[in-house]
């Protein structure tokens, strides 16, 4: 089957600590996104790819870092910087990010930070 | 950024038609209209979208006024898996963003 797979669900982790989320696609799609969700919240964008090994800031992109070294992959690190890490964090892939092509969510990851 | 403008909440009676609305009334010509449905602790599902015409799918019809300045998003038979928060987003195609609003939070009465 084709599709988004995000690991873990859900993920703890202690104040001052590093912590990366995995996201891998297997839909061939050229771009992939992460969004973070507060309770009640939409989504807001923190970063976007549009092809391996380049990558582009979204609108709170500050705390947090990722890479794009293969087309399936686009793992997220949320770092010790960012002040209010504890969030669901969606990660998302599209065929192409220049035309109207729908996004594919995963399952997202519930990050808490305490 | 354009936004999008829907009700907080909405209910609606099984198996009877939902027409879900959304104003977007500072769109560009360029801005696609696109519907993402969510269920609780998941991610966003693709409903439909569209840019001037009305659109159908298996899932649900999206109209579109003829001004664009708002849409509404119809379920033709709502059942209980339908209850789900709708966003309503527009998306610029030269910015790639979508700006989420807080949705609609659609209630299904058995």
């Known amino acids: 089957d084709g599709g988004i797979t995000q690991s873990p669900k859900y993920l703890f982790r202690k104040e001052g600590q590093n912590v990366t989320l995995s996201c891998e696609q297997n839909l061939n799609h050229d771009a992939m996104y992460w969004y973070r969700q507060d309770p009640g919240q939409g989504l807001r964008l923190i970063y976007y790819?549009?092809?391996?090994?380049?990558?582009q800031k979204g609108d709170i992109a500050e705390g947090y870092s990722v890479s794009r070294e293969k087309k399936e992959s686009f793992p997220l690190t949320v770092t010790s910087a960012q002040k209010n890490p504890t969030a669901f964090y969606l990660c998302?892939?599209?065929?192409?990010?220049?035309?109207?092509?729908?996004?594919?969510f995963g399952p997202g990851t519930r990050l808490t930070v305490t | 950024d354009a936004k999008t403008t829907q009700p907080n909440s909405m209910e609606s009676n099984e198996e009877e038609p939902v027409h879900l609305p959304c104003n977007h009334s500072?769109?560009?010509?360029?801005?696609?209209i696109h519907w993402y449905r969510q269920l609780p602790s998941q991610g966003p599902e693709y409903v439909i979208h569209?840019?001037?015409s009305n659109v159908n799918n298996r899932m649900a019809s999206l109209a579109i006024a003829e001004d664009r300045k708002s849409s509404t998003l119809i379920l033709h038979r709502a059942t209980l898996r339908d209850a789900a928060v709708y966003y309503c987003?527009?998306?610029?195609?030269?910015?790639?963003?979508?700006?989420f609003g807080t949705g609609t939070r659609l209630k299904v009465l058995a």
């Open positions: 500072t769109i560009s010509g360029t801005d696609y």
């Open positions: 790819s549009q092809i391996v090994n380049d990558f």
């Open positions: 569209g840019l001037t």
């Open positions: 998302a892939s599209s065929k192409y990010i220049v035309r109207s092509y729908e996004q594919y």
């Open positions: 987003i527009l998306r610029d195609v030269s910015t790639y963003k979508y700006i």
